[in-house]
Nanobody, 116 residues
């Protein structure tokens, strides 16, 4: 069982930046970020596997960057040019398999609030 612990959420004004972190307690291949806003379905934001392949939601391309520190088992999400529509609970997720499959492990989430 892999534990995931997120940090870095907060409240910023539109146009600002935040950097989310997620520390994994064990080996994972695919790691990614998901988000869920009140009243909306959870959506995939970005993912990255150990080969460095990345995927981004169209809504965040060019603004968000996902990266990993493999030595520290840590996943990052650099979020720039934040908009009120980015407000949500952000969850870190991981899998020992491919990023195209279901995630096996989930963190408890970190809240991001963007004010206009």
């Amino acid at each position: 069982q892999v534990q995931l612990v997120e940090s870095g959420g907060g409240s910023v004004q539109a146009g600002g930046s935040l950097r989310l972190s997620c520390v994994a307690s064990g080996y994972t291949n695919c790691m990614g970020w998901f988000r869920q806003a009140p009243g909306k379905e959870r959506e995939a934001v970005a993912s990255r596997d150990r080969l460095g392949s990345t995927n981004y939601a169209d809504s965040v391309k060019g603004r968000f960057t996902i990266s990993r520190d493999y030595a520290k088992n840590t996943l990052f999400l650099q979020m720039n040019s934040l908009q009120p529509g980015d407000s949500a609970m952000y969850y870190c997720a991981a899998s020992s398999g491919l990023c195209l499959g279901a995630m096996d492990y989930w963190g408890k989430g970190t809240l991001v609030t963007i004010s206009s």
